[in-house]
């Protein structure tokens, strides 16, 4: 009798535990239809603060962008001005002031006014402290000041252009101001931000996913999608796995590998995104004693052979599967209105032959006789090292091209892979001869061609070139206040760049991005032709993009698993097998 | 009496350990031949003067001579102040560090509940019928799945149940909608299932074999037949005689594979994309973090040190000769 008593309290308990997560699940799941729309995105790379001031990777770029509108935006398709923050300006007749005219009725998503004296505090605030992410957006600033609510005026020591980003960019001043510099650096601005932009961070799990939710005082057209989630994966295989199986919807800096796989994938469209970037090598150029560069690498003609001696298109082929365009002067395609194309006279086309009569012109011969070159008059050898970002996939397979090229003018080349920081470390210390890095860069080019110039060393500049010249013409460029003119200055200083070899652009990195079509349309790539779908210098298509229809689902509830019944009659079933096993066991010893 | 006596030179060989690696951990770090101020402006944007500069050493009290140093970070750890972690600006340690625990902890755990409790039954039953076809396929299955990297195990299981079946997500702790309830539970159960299968499956062998060979040895001696020969029914002579004291050496195993496996998830937590104490601890060395660091090697040495001294005591419970040993 006692044992079956018992088998019906072991029932019960398993009927509860069967019974209880999955009537609990039941009730929970019964979803409301007005489910917000959300939009995933898959990355790899995760965001680490919303300050802005303390911003440094891509992502926290684009989120931070997504959050705060400058005073002037970019044309979607030319990536030209347009009004943001500010529906005009204009330039006083002596050159010497700014002025901008905001939208009248502005709003800080808590609701308080956004009026001039948020941009004139936030202004003041960098050009008193020197802020460095910031102060490139004020040369020669002598004053800016609020005359009334909505107008702005910047007056400058000398005339200058129109300041692009990120000069533009405000911040709330009834929030920030109450702090000294050092609280400003260690604020979080999270939770509850207070932006002025189309969306506001509104959940951040960090290592997991962060959420931008439509910020409903904002000025600008309502976006179609409730909210945009940033989903962190810790690998581009796991990230491209899910946009196939729809837990993501949008993918982008795909590697040219799992991309090529991408494009015949059901409901996923693959687009060739902007070239924005560009990976180049860089020489150590510094005249001092400091410098532990190789000295050969100071002589143009040096730089120039190596110049001819590599094969950008083959190493694009090769390693990139063809999606980059080969490399010249330094400012992107991605903007065709800044970019300069040598002329067929000026390329420096492959060419060992050239890159071996360069050398053998310059006095650098084999003088041992051991294949490698001697500097002139005999000497040390041409011996140079190469490093890389050990984890940086695509520089460490371009590495034994570059040798093999090199080895055949004479120049020996050892691989040098180190992590990022020692990188970091090994330029401060100027303790190199080449590397390769990159650049992503801004619509306008004053601070890409600001890197090259003698101030820049061991801040920005990625070779720490010196050359008066080339600074002359920085200063120029910053003081021509006619666009065409500056555009005929921008063009000279680059084609010189190209011709000194300062750095050499190896290639412009196309953005490989793809998405679910069978869920979203909406795109407007910008700039247009040839741009970016959805991670833009504005944001077009964040406010454009929708969903196909209302009733496809969307990737947020597609992440997967089995359901709540199925987990508890799992556990239902173990337990059930446990107990059960257990009871007829029993039973079995005793009745034996 | 001498319980209490081998309790309280447990915990002083604990805390002896804990001294060591918290002088070790202090002078490791300063051994390291990075620049602080160099990694705290690098990605500050800052331009400091050399004032500027002097005032952050002194903020640091990088300035103050190393005894001074070490005592102020003694101090500080005593009060729980593990400073700030820069990969996430302006948080600390210790809430980047508790954020991240949670996942770890609940993965770790529930998979060491698994595999010791799977692996330790299975190594009875094989101990116990060896030779038997169920002994031979479980030492290959075993032997096998502990053999395999464990990431490369969970890259297939995520191919297979993530990819190809669509069973489970991805990775991820949960899902990005907001969930309550039991649908948060289900959702964070999905989530966990393939890392933990993958730990599971990867650390079975260990408490397989190490049962197995043990009740083995322990079936081999003399008290075994003794206790046959008086009549005592198989069913007993395994669970009552033999597997009691088979158990010891798996005690320390779990104790010493709890500390351990918490670093060693660092692979499964990067192919699931499972945010844990693994993934913090790669990105933590990825950027040279090292505050984040100092603090996260203490609490790894504290585990460590915590599930020795519980397996210590754990022996003595089940095993009354360690005591007055």
């Known amino acids: 009798m006692t044992h079956v008593r018992r088998n019906v309290a072991l029932l019960a308990i398993v009927g509860l535990l069967v019974g209880l997560p999955t009537g609990l699940a039941g009730a929970q799941s019964a979803s409301p239809s007005n489910d917000p729309i959300t939009f995933t995105i898959g990355t790899t790379s995760d965001i680490r603060t919303v300050n802005p001031f303390r911003t440094v990777n891509v992502i926290e770029g684009w989120v931070t962008a997504s959050m705060y509108d400058s005073l002037i935006e970019n044309d979607q398709e030319t990536l030209e001005p347009a009004p943001g923050l500010a529906e005009s300006w204009e330039q006083s007749d002596d050159l010497l002031t700014w002025t901008f005219h905001l939208r009248p009725g502005l709003m800080w998503s808590d609701g308080v006014p956004l009026t001039a004296h948020d941009f004139v505090w936030f202004a003041n605030f960098v050009v008193d402290h020197d802020i460095g992410q910031f102060i490139d957006g004020f040369p020669y600033t002598d004053s800016i000041t609020a005359s009334d609510d909505l107008t702005i005026e910047w007056r400058t020591t000398r005339p200058t252009f129109q300041p692009g980003l990120p000069g533009g960019f405000v911040l709330p001043e009834h929030v920030w101001s109450t702090m000294s510099l050092k609280e400003v650096r260690h604020y979080d601005n999270f939770p509850n931000p207070v932006v002025s932009g189309a969306f506001t961070l509104s959940e951040w799990e960090p290592g997991q996913f962060w959420k931008v939710t439509a910020n409903p005082n904002y000025y600008g057209a309502k976006p179609n999608v409730d909210e945009f989630v940033w989903r962190v994966f810790n690998t581009d295989e796991a990230v491209v796995q899910a946009l196939r199986r729809g837990s993501v919807d949008y993918a982008e800096y795909i590697p040219a590998a799992l991309f090529n796989n991408l494009e015949n994938a059901p409901n996923v469209t693959t687009h060739v995104g902007g070239a924005g970037q560009f990976t180049n090598l860089n020489f150590n150029l510094d005249q001092t004693d400091r410098s532990e560069g190789h000295p050969a690498l100071l002589d143009v003609s040096v730089r120039q052979a190596i110049a001819h001696a590599i094969d950008r298109q083959s190493l694009i082929d090769k390693i990139l599967f063809g999606y980059a365009d080969p490399g010249t002067t330094v400012m992107m395609p991605a903007f065709p209105y800044w970019h300069y194309e040598p002329t067929q006279d000026e390329l420096m086309n492959f060419d060992l032959d050239e890159a071996n009569r360069l050398l053998d012109d310059a006095g650098y011969v084999d003088t041992d006789q051991d294949g490698v070159r001697e500097m002139p008059g005999g000497g040390q050898a041409l011996e140079l090292r190469l490093m890389t970002v050990a984890n940086d996939s695509i520089a460490s397979k371009a590495t034994p091209f570059i040798q093999g090229w090199l080895r055949q003018i004479g120049i020996k080349a050892d691989a040098d892979p180190v992590n990022n920081d020692t990188l970091l470390d090994r330029y401060y210390d100027l303790d190199f001869d080449m590397y390769i890095y990159g650049w992503a860069a801004s619509p306008d080019p004053d601070f890409l061609l600001s890197t090259f110039t003698t101030d820049q060393c061991l801040i920005y500049s990625d070779s720490c070139w010196s050359d008066p010249h080339y600074d002359e013409l920085y200063l120029e460029q910053q003081k021509e206040t006619d666009l065409e003119a500056r555009r005929e200055i921008v063009f000279e200083m680059q084609r010189y760049i190209y011709e000194q070899v300062p750095e050499m652009v190896l290639w412009y990195d196309r953005d490989l991005e793809a998405y679910r079509s069978d869920r979203w349309t909406g795109f407007v790539e910008s700039p247009s032709p040839g741009g970016y779908l959805l991670d833009q210098y504005t944001m077009y298509s964040m406010s454009s993009v929708r969903p196909i229809s209302a009733t496809v689902g969307t990737a947020a509830e597609a992440e997967g698993g089995i359901p709540g019944m199925v987990w508890a009659a799992i556990v239902g079933v173990v337990l059930l097998v446990l107990i059960g096993g257990t009871v007829l066991r029993r039973r079995r010893d005793e009745g034996a | ?325």
């Open chain 2, 1 to 325: 009496m001498g319980s209490r006596r081998y309790l309280v030179r447990k915990l002083g060989q604990a805390l002896t350990t804990m001294f060591f690696v918290v002088v070790f951990n202090f002078f490791l770090f300063r051994i390291m031949p990075a620049d602080p101020i160099k990694l705290l402006t690098k990605t500050q944007g800052l331009r400091l003067s050399e004032s500027d500069r002097a005032a952050m050493i002194a903020d640091l009290g990088l300035d103050k001579p190393l005894p001074q140093q070490f005592f102020g970070y003694v101090n500080d750890l005593v009060h729980g102040r593990f400073g700030e972690t820069f990969i996430y600006p302006g948080q600390s340690v210790s809430s980047v560090f508790l954020r991240f625990l949670w996942p770890t902890l609940l993965l770790v755990g529930l998979a060491t509940l698994l595999m010791t409790v799977i692996g330790l039954y299975m190594g009875i039953k094989g101990g116990w019928n060896r030779g038997s076809k169920g002994d031979v396929a479980s030492m290959g299955f075993s032997l096998v799945l502990y053999s395999m990297p464990e990431w490369w195990l969970g890259l297939m299981l995520l191919v297979l149940f993530a990819t190809i079946l669509g069973w489970f997500p991805q990775g991820g702790f949960k899902s990005t909608t907001e969930l309550t309830g039991m649908t948060h539970v289900v959702d964070v159960l999905n989530h966990m299932f393939l890392p933990m299968l993958t730990l599971t499956l990867a650390y079975l062998g260990e408490y397989y074999i190490v049962m197995r060979s043990s009740l083995l040895e322990v079936l081999g001696e003399d008290y075994i037949t003794t206790i046959r020969a008086k009549g005592v029914r198989e069913k007993d002579v395994l669970w009552r005689h033999a597997v009691r004291n088979a158990l010891l050496p798996t005690v320390a195993l779990v104790a010493l594979g709890f500390g351990f496996v918490i670093g060693g998830a660092v692979t499964v937590e990067l192919v699931f994309s499972y945010p844990g104490l693994g993934l913090l601890t790669f990105e933590a060395l990825n950027s040279q973090d090292f505050a984040l660091l100092q603090g996260m090697f203490i609490f790894f040495s504290l585990a460590v040190v915590v599930a020795n001294l519980i397996a210590d005591l754990t022996y003595g419970w089940l095993d009354p000769r360690v005591r007055s040993a």
